[in-house]
């Protein structure tokens, strides 16, 4: 069985547009364990019940922001080793270095290539075939 078919993802952003790119990419990709939320409070309730492997997150959300969902998600005994990748059409190297002051694995530019969300994700979890 392939990582793929066993990944869980959970998709965070407060655009549908964005979040259902995004969701397309992952099925593109063979990806079939999804979740989804539309902003960081939803997304953290869920995670707790409902653990992931992998969050992908928008950054700039209403209320709960990517900052706060990491944040909360790195102190939560139970989901706080989650792999985190953030999506942000603000990155510059102040978002980068908070990103990973908070413990995120890597952070990608919006809008992405399908190819560079791939290679986001395998170098977090490893090959998806």
Partial sequence: MSLREILKVMVVDDHISSRMVTVEGLQGMGVRNLQIAKDG???????????????????????VDGFKLIGAVRKHPQIKRTAAIILTGKKDQNVVNQAMQLGVNNVVA???????????IEAVVGKLN
Avoid at 110 to 120: E, G, R, V
């Fill in 110 to 120: 919006k809008p992405f290539q399908l190819d560079t969300l791939k290679q986001a």
């Fill in 41 to 63: 409070r939803e997304a953290f309730t869920k995670m707790v019940n409902n653990p992931v492997h992998l969050l992908i997150t928008d950054l700039y959300m209403p209320e």
